[in-house]
């Protein structure tokens, strides 16, 4: 074996756990994620070398048809790949040097170093499926927004310190999540622009004496550009940190969302029902119906901040250049990041669209569980022209009197605010039970907040044609940066086939 495979001045094989923990396990993931990408990149770069005359036209069309019949052999090569060549591009390249012999296979590799082929084989890879998670993710937006459009007229109490506090719409609510939501996408489309920049070229980091064409290989692999220094490109996997941070904190709102849905799916609030796609029942207890995938979606938002972490971790005391650290480990979890972003985003959509919502439950909840009387002590404060604090005041013993006599928000009357208001500051409510009545109507307090930001359908209905507005927007910019990537693939199959016509 160790005559056969050439290992540079070093002369002995690697260890066998070497090979086990380390060589095989990145040689897996390179077949499984970037197979396809090590060819791209090699086409681009020998037409960029045979464009600017560092190899014969002979010489590169013969390593481009053997790239070609790579290509063909599609997502996985047919070939035997050998763990003691060290990783899958050595690999790649002894298959090309059986096939055109070390004198033209030998010359692929000009100009270029693994360092900055891994880079960009790297960047490739993240971006196929970079626009998958974007696209997921839109899906779950809107499917969120059509829920949210569906029950504009579903009042219930919002919630804080999961205690009841004032009456809203189940559509306000999910346009929270969806403003959340546009924001995190805006950071995850923030990402590509440091994820789409070339970094062939830079060589092992300190550049190339060959007179290279830099700008023409990003163009044919769909960069935006090159990246601008030769260190910066081995060193750099912020792309990696970038993303996973984005995934982040999209993933936390992910998580919280299916919190809130998860608690208002217990009986105990009634307010949701999962479809039964979503739930599973218990081996012995046949009343459950178990939000089984609102719970595994909760956690996953735990693996992504794991992986975002260990990512940051790894680099944090590592040089500013290229080391095993940062190509070999950095990245080892952002596939798996983007795949459970994947599944989250997936999952979601399928719980959004399944969900029923109790509207009767909820309005009748808020009738009586006290999310009313804020209302009640600002209509205090107009019919009486007291200050704010005093209708506060007045209220809290309210709510202390009709808990201790155990009734309900929907049952306060002038015949119990009277004798606290008297007893607090020597006189009685202008109100009558009439008015207390309308102070308390959830329906009518959700309704009653036109401005921005309020609960009123008419300000929900803005603020969800501002989500979908968004969301447009958004799904446009994807299309545009896809449909780059997609030409540039185009431009180069192109342009290598009509090199070796």
């Known amino acids: 074996m160790a005559e056969k495979i050439h290992r540079g001045k070093i002369k002995g094989a690697p260890d066998p756990l070497v090979v086990k923990y380390l060589i095989e396990p990145g040689i897996r993931n390179d077949i499984k994620y970037r197979?396809?990408?090590?060819l791209d990149c090699n086409k681009a770069h020998v037409l960029m070398l045979a464009k600017q005359g560092i190899v014969q036209k002979e010489v590169a069309q013969a390593i481009l048809k053997c790239n070609v019949d790579m290509a063909l052999m599609g997502e996985t090569p047919t070939f035997t790949i050998e763990p003691d060549r060290e990783d899958f591009y050595f690999n790649l390249e002894a298959y090309l040097i059986e096939q055109v012999g070390i004198e033209i296979g030998g010359q692929q590799h000009t100009a270029r170093s693994r360092n900055d082929l891994y880079a960009t084989c790297a960047r490739l890879s993240v971006r196929q499926i970079y626009f998958d998670i974007c696209h997921s993710y839109n899906r779950m937006r809107q499917a969120i927004i059509e829920?949210?459009?569906?029950?504009?007229?579903?009042?219930?109490?919002?919630?804080?310190?999961?205690?009841?506090?004032?009456?809203?719409?189940?559509?306000?609510?999910?346009?929270?999540?969806?403003?959340?939501?546009?924001?995190?996408?805006?950071?995850?489309?923030?990402?590509?622009?440091?994820?789409?920049?070339?970094?062939?070229?830079?060589?092992?980091?300190?550049?190339?004496?060959?007179?290279?064409?830099?700008?023409?290989?990003?163009?044919?692999?769909?960069?935006?550009?090159?990246?601008?220094?030769?260190?910066?490109?081995?060193?750099?996997?912020?792309?990696?940190?970038?993303?996973?941070?984005?995934?982040?904190?999209?993933?936390?709102?992910?998580?919280?969302?299916?919190?809130?849905?998860?608690?208002?799916?217990?009986?105990?609030?009634?307010?949701?029902?999962?479809?039964?796609?979503?739930?599973?029942?218990?081996?012995?207890?046949?009343?459950?119906?178990?939000?089984?995938?609102?719970?595994?979606?909760?956690?996953?938002?735990?693996?992504?901040?794991?992986?975002?972490?260990?990512?940051?971790?790894?680099?944090?005391?590592?040089?500013?250049?290229?080391?095993?650290?940062?190509?070999?480990?950095?990245?080892?979890?952002?596939?798996?990041?983007?795949?459970?972003?994947?599944?989250?985003?997936?999952?979601?959509?399928?719980?959004?669209?399944?969900?029923?919502?109790?509207?009767?439950?909820?309005?009748?909840?808020?009738?009586?569980?006290?999310?009313?009387?804020?209302?009640?002590?600002?209509?205090?404060?107009?019919?009486?022209?007291?200050?704010?604090?005093?209708?506060?005041?007045?209220?809290?013993?309210?709510?202390?009197?009709?808990?201790?006599?155990?009734?309900?928000?929907?049952?306060?009357?002038?015949?119990?605010?009277?004798?606290?208001?008297?007893?607090?500051?020597?006189?009685a409510t202008t109100m009558t039970d009439e008015d207390v009545r309308n102070a308390l109507d959830p329906v009518k307090i959700a309704y009653a907040k036109k401005c921005v930001g309020g609960t009123a359908p008419e300000e929900v209905s803005r603020q969800l044609r501002l989500s979908q507005r968004h969301l447009d927007q958004d799904k446009e910019e994807l299309s545009e940066r896809e449909n780059k990537v997609l030409e540039a693939k185009k431009k180069l199959e192109k342009t290598l086939q009509t090199f070796i016509a």
């Open 35 to 38: 197979f396809q990408a090590f």
């Open 147 to 427: 829920m949210a459009k569906a029950n504009q007229d579903a009042v219930f109490a919002g919630y804080t310190h999961m205690q009841p506090s004032e009456p809203i719409t189940f559509a306000h609510y999910c346009s929270a999540i969806l403003n959340a939501m546009d924001r995190d996408y805006r950071r995850l489309a923030n990402a590509y622009e440091g994820l789409n920049i070339c970094p062939l070229g830079g060589g092992s980091m300190g550049s190339t004496t060959w007179a290279i064409d830099r700008q023409y290989t990003s163009d044919l692999l769909g960069f935006d550009k090159p990246m601008d220094n030769s260190i910066d490109c081995v060193a750099s996997r912020d792309f990696a940190t970038d993303i996973l941070a984005a995934l982040s904190i999209s993933a936390n709102t992910i998580s919280r969302f299916c919190q809130d849905l998860y608690v208002w799916s217990t009986p105990e609030y009634g307010y949701i029902e999962v479809s039964d796609s979503c739930a599973v029942c218990s081996s012995i207890m046949p009343q459950k119906k178990n939000p089984w995938v609102l719970e595994r979606i909760k956690a996953k938002a735990a693996h992504i901040e794991g992986f975002f972490i260990s990512a940051l971790n790894v680099m944090k005391s590592t040089i500013y250049s290229h080391s095993e650290e940062v190509c070999g480990e950095a990245a080892t979890y952002l596939f798996p990041g983007l795949e459970e972003m994947k599944k989250m985003c997936e999952l979601m959509e399928i719980s959004v669209k399944g969900i029923s919502v109790k509207k009767e439950r909820m309005l009748t909840m808020a009738q009586g569980n006290f999310c009313t009387v804020t209302e009640l002590a600002n209509d205090l404060v107009r019919h009486d022209q007291i200050s704010f604090r005093m209708a506060h005041d007045i209220v809290a013993e309210v709510v202390a009197y009709m808990i201790e006599h155990n009734k309900k928000a929907n049952e306060i009357g002038t015949e119990v605010v009277n004798p606290i208001f008297m007893n607090l500051f020597g006189r």
